[in-house]
């Protein structure tokens, strides 16, 4: 009997990238496509004709599987039998468990990453195959998928409504493989809304905690006298308004000094469109005062500038985590009303820039609230807000409107912010800006 050829590795099929047929012997292959999907075939003689056979996406089927597999197939082959036949006739026995590995095999080839199919996975794992998994797609209705989705409905909304969504795609992909008929028992519209709560009904909306109003310029002095990168970031922050990420990866080829605007490419932004913010006297003042970053040329020769406006101590652009420790530092410096506090019986994680609201320590994400409460307080079209806060007004040609029109209206509103977060440190703070005690 000839020797059988050395085949694959568990760590070859984990690291291989290059496109093309790995073959593992006996027929066996790990396909690896352009993308870097991997999917395994096996070419086999049924009844003279040779075919290939579909075995699964790797890793969902690892190398073990995929040999057993191909074994039986061989096996059926040998005795005169068809195991594509065999599969065929197994299609109207498909359980939810085997159409979701199917789902997830062919969406290893669509999402950005291995953790989004792992998310995928988790969430139908826990929640859908306990009750659906042994079930056949072609049996389960309505009442199954509620019975799903009740127990957590209430109180893990945001879950539970990923999860419906999810299960929803397993038998959209269900029927398009012709193993049920009739209509999605998982859609939303005309169909679970009729039995379960809206989901903006029973969804707590938690607001991230924002400095009070007349806390601002007390803060904003504060921060002022720190040092470093992450502190001159949160600075600038709360100047413009935007996102912890659009700051943080503020970039000098981004912003016109001269002209007094920054772009935020549409690559950026939450909403995927550009944003002009227009920058205060403030704000330009900050951005001249930071010394621009130089490194060393990867084809040598002299040192080149950085783009980043923001720079790591280590290099590169600076975490979310490094904005809220310098948060958390003001909030331990904060001994203004500390005695007044510990009085109250209040803890010391309690202590600090709190929001009127919840009585929890401002985070940098709330100073976006508590501009636009100021912005209100100061009787400031609501469009001029939501613009400044990179919203979205209208439909897209409104939108491409406001973006151009308004922006020299929001100059003026923008400096004023600049200027009351300054009253502080200026010494002329207005009634707004006064703290209790």
């Known amino acids: 009997m000839p020797k059988r050829a050395k085949g694959l590795t568990a760590g070859f099929c984990s690291t291989v990238k290059a496109p093309g047929k790995h073959s593992d012997g006996d027929g066996l292959m790990l396909v690896v496509s352009d993308s870097g999907a991997k999917r395994w075939v096996q070419r086999l003689v049924i009844r003279g004709r040779r ?135 998982a859609t939303w519209g005309g169909n679970l809304d009729m039995l379960l709560p809206k989901p903006s009904k029973v969804k707590k909306v938690v607001h991230q905690p924002a400095l009070q109003v007349r806390d601002a310029p007390f803060w904003f002095d504060e921060l002022a006298q720190r040092r470093g990168s992450s502190a001159r970031c949160l600075e600038f922050l709360a100047l413009t308004w935007v996102r912890s990420g659009e700051a943080r990866g503020a970039k000098w080829s981004e912003i016109d000094l001269d002209k007094a605007i920054w772009r935020i490419p549409a690559s950026r932004t939450k909403t995927k469109e550009e944003q002009m913010v227009p920058l205060s006297l403030a704000a330009i003042g900050l951005l001249r005062g930071i010394p621009r970053v130089r490194e060393a040329n990867d084809k040598g020769g002299d040192l080149i500038d950085v783009d980043l406006v923001f720079v790591s101590p280590r290099g590169g652009q600076l975490s979310d985590m490094a904005l809220s420790a310098v948060m958390r530092r003001l909030h331990q410096a904060d001994s203004y009303d500390r005695d007044l506090y510990k009085a109250r019986g209040l803890l010391e994680h309690q202590i600090g820039w709190l929001d009127e609201r919840s009585g929890r320590p401002a985070v940098p994400h709330g100073l976006r609230s508590t501009a636009r409460d100021w912005a209100g307080l100061q009787g400031y079209p609501r469009e001029l807000a939501e613009l400044s806060l990179g919203h979205r007004i209208g439909n897209r040609v409104e939108q491409a409107y406001h973006r151009d029109s308004l922006l020299e209206r929001r100059r003026p509103m923008m400096e004023a912010w600049a200027q009351y977060l300054l009253s502080e440190r200026s010494g002329h703070t207005n009634s707004i800006g006064l703290r209790a005690v």
């Open 51 to 185: 075919r290939d056979i579909g075995l699964g996406a790797y890793p969902l089927v690892p190398l073990a599987k995929a040999r057993a597999a191909a074994a039986e197939n061989r096996g059926v082959a040998r005795a005169g039998g068809d195991p594509l036949a065999r599969r065929d006739e197994d299609l109207s026995l498909r359980t939810f468990d085997m159409a979701m590995v199917d789902l997830l095999a062919k969406k290893a080839g669509e999402l950005s990453n291995a953790k989004h199919i792992a998310q995928w996975e988790s969430t139908l794992r826990t929640y859908a195959v306990p009750r659906l998994g042994k079930m056949r797609v072609s049996e389960i209705t309505v009442t199954d998928i509620v019975e799903v989705l009740l127990p957590i409905w209430k109180t893990k909304n945001e879950t539970a409504s990923r999860l419906r969504g999810r299960i929803e795609a397993v038998f959209a992909f269900s029927t398009a493989s012709g193993w049920r008929s009739g209509p999605n028992p």
